[in-house]
């Protein structure tokens, strides 16, 4: 099992997607962005480093808002 992030952002009605680039799995698919919590890594600091790393934005990362489990 892997532990996830995804963020939900939501400006002037405008809701912010990824498109997964070429070569990886369901290339082309539209995502939230967000990424893998690595090791003793919270998930709020995984996702406020995947902004970063991804989209070169800095942000202050809210309430979380649900979880879920797939497989």
Not at 2 to 19: F, Q, W
Not at 38 to 55: D, H, K
Request: glycine letters at 10%; aromatic letters at 2%; a negative charge.
């Amino acid at each position: 099992m892997k532990d996830v992030t995804a963020a939900i952002i939501i400006l002037e009605d405008k809701v912010l997607l990824t498109r997964r680039a070429p070569g990886e799995k369901h290339a082309g698919g539209w995502e939230f962005p967000g990424g893998k919590v690595e090791a003793g890594e919270s998930p709020e600091t995984c996702l406020r480093r995947e902004l970063l790393e991804e989209l070169e934005i800095e942000t202050t990362i809210g309430e979380k808002l649900t979880e879920s489990i797939h497989t």
